[in-house]
Every structure is written in C-alpha cells, then in structure tokens.
C-alpha cells in the first residue's frame, strides 16, 4: 500500500498566525484543501498534528468523516518537523510506500500526484521537479523508512534524500504548486 503523511505540525512562525486555518481565495481553509486533495489520491491518509492540539484535531474531524483519513500529535512535534515525521513512521510501518506532504502546500494538483505515485518503485525516492527546482510531495518506498523514523531537527526528509541521490527518480511535472507554500499571508492568493 502507498499511503500520505501530511504534516500540520509546525508552529506557523513566519505567518503570524495558525496558517492551517488561513482562508484560501474560495474560502476553504489552507489545511482542508491539502487533506482533501490528499484524499482524493490515496486510501490511507495520516495527518500530524502537534503534540497539544487536541482543539484542532477535533475540528479537522468535524470536517472530514474520511475512514482512510487517520490524525496522530506527535509527541516530539515541538522539537522540529524532522522529529514530528519521525514520530509518525511508527504509525505507518506497515505501508509499502509512504509519500509526505506539508500541509501548507494546497495547490498541488491531482494529475501530479498520479504521476508521482506511477513513478514510485521498490528502492527508489520520488521527488518531482518544476523549473529545475525540487517540490513536494517527495515518495520514499519502505526501504528508507528506518531512516526517516531516525530524523531530529527541523529538516524534514532532505537528509535522507541527500545521502541517496543516486536512489532518486526525478519526476518533471507541469505544476507550479509543488514548489508553492504558504509561509506568509500574502502566500494565499497564489495559486
């Protein structure tokens, strides 16, 4: 099985405020426009939340009844996004693949990630590629698994990536919302 990490765990420094539930042009928040494209595409979904965000996680329930859609607070969220993906490993060490997302990334269209997950095999890291540039999301197949539940820091998986460049398959996509992150509330009409 190829399953979704979405990681919603940051603290939102740069944006001033919770940017999970900033408002997106069509009025859907940032955070509900990831999960449901997400949803769209795979049948197990694993959403990281903070450790504390009990309040948060009662209202991405009242919003997505999903059965595939599985919510966990990573206890060590505070200490970095690294430790948060690491955290979630144990959760998911039964899938074949895993792809990670970032939750503040919504413009990522289906058709991409279709083409990502066709790319994804046995040995192999998936990482798509716009205007020469590394994106999100990036696919690791259950052999860097160990690895990445071996993460600290704020880095995400670009360690394990780095030290396996000769395992990355290098998708070109035509989608500029691999690259595009809400950081800042001016992020919001970008799309």
């Known amino acids: 099985m190829i399953g979704a990490i979405i990681l919603a765990a940051g603290s939102s420094r740069r944006f001033g405020d919770d940017k999970r539930k900033a408002k997106?042009?069509?009025?859907?928040?940032?955070?509900?426009?990831?999960?449901?494209?997400?949803?769209?595409?795979?049948?197990?979904?694993l959403l990281v939340l903070r450790y504390g965000d009990t309040d948060f996680e009662s209202e991405v329930r009242a919003l997505f009844e999903a059965e595939k859609l599985r919510i966990f607070r990573a206890?060590?969220?505070?200490?970095?996004?690294?430790?948060?993906?690491?955290?979630a490993m144990a959760e998911v060490s039964d899938w074949d693949s895993v792809f990670i997302f970032l939750a503040d990334m919504p413009y990522i269209k289906p058709a991409t990630i279709e083409k990502l997950r066709s790319s994804l095999e046995s040995g192999r890291?998936?990482?798509?590629v716009h205007v020469g540039r590394y994106g999100h999301p990036v696919g690791f197949s259950h052999e860097?698994?160990?690895e990445i539940a071996a993460l600290e820091g704020d880095r995400?998986?670009?360690?394990?990536?780095?030290?396996?460049?000769?395992?990355?398959?290098?998708?070109?996509?035509?989608?500029p919302g691999v690259l595009q992150d809400v950081d800042r509330p001016e992020d919001l009409s970008s799309s």
């Open 144 to 146: 860097f698994f160990d």
């Open 24 to 45: 997106l042009p069509d009025g859907r928040m940032v955070f509900e426009q990831t999960i449901e494209t997400v949803l769209t595409s795979f049948d197990d979904v």
């Open 125 to 128: 890291i998936v990482v798509p």
């Open 75 to 87: 206890p060590d969220s505070a200490l970095g996004m690294g430790h948060s993906l690491a955290n």
């Open 156 to 175: 995400g998986a670009k360690p394990v990536i780095q030290v396996h460049l000769d395992r990355v398959v290098e998708v070109e996509v035509d989608d």
